[in-house]
């Protein structure tokens, strides 16, 4: 029912709290909650790097590094960034090219997880 009437009118698609209010007395508190999670979703950024540190355990640290274009020169410069990632195995080694997947916090600086 949330849909037709979406549908019908184009200017619900980007719903405001005027609009949802609206939409909460015709259609049922329970369609616009499922509505509301359908836009919420997004996808799990996926980053290459080199691993630089194995020092800790579980832990690696993987410097990402990419390409700039400086505006005013047109001059192309190196930039990277490291991020500490989950290894509960222990199997990536400093050199090692991984791949890291964002995830859920592991601890206070780990948000991401290594896979190859």
Known sequence: ??????????SLASPNEKVMGKLIKKAGKKEVKTVEKEKIQTRKRILSGAVVSDKMDKTVVVKISWLKL???????????????????????KNGDNVS?????????NKKWRAVY
Do not use: G, V
């Open 100 to 108: 890291i997947i964002e995830s859920p916090p592991i601890s206070k």
């Open 1 to 10: 029912m949330l849909t037709k009437i979406i549908k019908k009118n184009k």
């Open 70 to 92: 400086d505006k005013k020169y047109k001059r192309r410069y190196r930039q990277s960034q490291k991020y500490q990632a989950h290894d509960p195995e222990n199997k990536f």
